[in-house]
C-alpha cells in the first residue's frame, strides 16, 4: 500500500490532513474533510480491448466518416442474458437511425462508407481513403449527385484521387470492386472534373507496367525493355489520343516478341482493357521507332 499523502489542516481541530485514497481524513480528530472524485488511476485506455494499444486520448478524427468519427458505438456482449440482449439490439438500432439527421447526411455517410470499401478493396493507403471521402463530400455539397447514383460518385471519388495521385488504376479496375458499373463511374467522374476543376493529367504507361508484366507472367527483362519503349513513347508525344494502359500493353507485347515470348495481342489487350487494334497501332508505331530505342 503507498502512504497517506499530506493534504492540509483540519477546519475543525487544526490537525494535520491526510489523503489516502479518496478521502481527506484527520488524524486527530477522524474528521473527513473531502471525498475526491477524481480517478487517479491510469488515464490511457485501449481501443483493441487489450493492452497493446495504449493511447492517452479518444481515436483522432476521421475525415473518412460523416461525423468525424465522432459518434459512439454500442458493442455487443454474448453472455448477455436473451432479455437483456434484445433489448441492447433495440437500442442500437434505434441508436444506427439516430447518427443521421436528414437524408443528406445519410446519404454522406452510406457514400463515405462505399468509399472506405472500395479503398480497401484496392489496396490503397488511409491517405486514399480521406482525400476521396473529402472529394465526395465536396461533390455533395456542389449537388453533383443529383440524377447520379451515391455508389457511382462514391467510385468516381476514389479514381479520380488515384488519378491526381498519377496512380495507375483503370476504371475497370475500380468497378470490378464497386456497386457501380463502368458508365455510372465515367458520368460522375466527368462532373467532379468540370465542376471541381481536379488538378488530373494523362498517367504515365509505365506506371502500368509492373501490373501488366505480373498478370501476364513476363520476366523482368521483358518489363525493362518494355520500359525503353515507354519512354520512346512519352518522349515523342506518341500516346496522344490513346489510353495508358493500352500503350503499356503494346510495350509489353512488343517486348515479348523481340525475346520470343509467346504473348498474344489479344491477351495482351484484355489485360490492358482496350481493344485489340488500339494495341496494333501502338505495336506498330513502336516497332517504325525501334531504331530508337537502340540508339538511346
Same mark, same amino acid.
Given at each position: 500500500?503507498?502512504?497517506?499523502?499530506?493534504?492540509?489542516?483540519?477546519?475543525?481541530?487544526?490537525? %494535520? #490532513?491526510?489523503?489516502?485514497?479518496?478521502?481527506? !481524513?484527520?488524524?486527530?480528530? /477522524?474528521?473527513?474533510?473531502? %471525498?475526491?472524485? !477524481?480517478?487517479?488511476?491510469?488515464?490511457?485506455?485501449?481501443?483493441?480491448?487489450?493492452?497493446?494499444?495504449?493511447?492517452?486520448?479518444?481515436?483522432?478524427?476521421?475525415?473518412?466518416?460523416?461525423?468525424? /468519427?465522432?459518434?459512439?458505438?454500442?458493442?455487443?456482449?454474448?453472455?448477455?442474458?436473451? $432479455?437483456?440482449? =434484445?433489448? !441492447?439490439?433495440?437500442?442500437?438500432?434505434?441508436?444506427? =437511425?439516430?447518427?443521421?439527421?436528414?437524408?443528406?447526411?445519410?446519404? #454522406?455517410?452510406?457514400?463515405?462508407?462505399?468509399v472506405r470499401r472500395i479503398v480497401d478493396q484496392l489496396s490503397l493507403s488511409e491517405r486514399f481513403r480521406d482525400d476521396a471521402c473529402v472529394l465526395f463530400e465536396s461533390g455533395q455539397d456542389a449537388g453533383l449527385l443529383h440524377g447520379r447514383t451515391i455508389e457511382g460518385m462514391a467510385a468516381a471519388a476514389v479514381y479520380a484521387v488515384c488519378r491526381s495521385a498519377d496512380v495507375s488504376r483503370m476504371i475497370e479496375e475500380v468497378t470490378s470492386v464497386a456497386q457501380a458499373d463502368s458508365d455510372e463511374l465515367t458520368v460522375a467522374y466527368a462532373a467532379l472534373n468540370r465542376e471541381l476543376g481536379l488538378e488530373t493529367g494523362p498517367i504515365?504507361? $509505365?506506371?502500368?507496367?509492373? =501490373?501488366?508484366?505480373? $498478370?501476364?507472367?513476363? /520476366?523482368?527483362? !521483358? %518489363?525493362?525493355?518494355?520500359?525503353?519503349?515507354?519512354?520512346?513513347?512519352?518522349?515523342?508525344? #506518341?500516346? /496522344?489520343g490513346r489510353a495508358p494502359s493500352g500503350v503499356a500493353a503494346a510495350c509489353l507485347y512488343t517486348a515479348a516478341r523481340e525475346h520470343g515470348g509467346d504473348l498474344t495481342q489479344r491477351d495482351a489487350a484484355t489485360v490492358a482493357g482496350v481493344a485489340s487494334a488500339t494495341l496494333r497501332s501502338t505495336y506498330q508505331d513502336i516497332n517504325d521507332r525501334q531504331g530508337e530505342v537502340a540508339s538511346d
Open positions: 500500500m503507498h502512504a497517506p499523502e499530506t493534504a492540509g489542516q483540519c477546519p475543525e481541530c487544526g490537525g %494535520e #490532513l491526510t489523503r489516502d485514497g479518496r478521502e481527506g !481524513i484527520c488524524r486527530e480528530c /477522524g474528521l473527513v474533510v473531502a %471525498e475526491s472524485r !477524481i480517478d487517479h488511476g491510469p488515464e490511457w485506455r485501449s481501443f483493441e480491448d487489450d493492452t497493446t494499444d495504449r493511447r492517452r486520448t479518444g481515436p483522432p478524427l476521421s475525415r473518412a466518416r460523416h461525423d468525424r /468519427g465522432l459518434s459512439t458505438r454500442i458493442g455487443r456482449d454474448r453472455g448477455m442474458a436473451p $432479455r437483456r440482449r =434484445r433489448r !441492447i439490439a433495440r437500442l442500437r438500432r434505434q441508436h444506427r =437511425r439516430s447518427r443521421t439527421a436528414s437524408k443528406t447526411e445519410r446519404n #454522406l455517410m452510406y457514400g463515405m462508407m462505399e504515365d504507361p $509505365r506506371e502500368y507496367l509492373p =501490373r501488366f508484366a505480373d $498478370r501476364l507472367d513476363l /520476366g523482368p527483362e !521483358i %518489363e525493362r525493355r518494355a520500359r525503353e519503349f515507354a519512354a520512346i513513347v512519352v518522349d515523342r508525344n #506518341l500516346a /496522344g
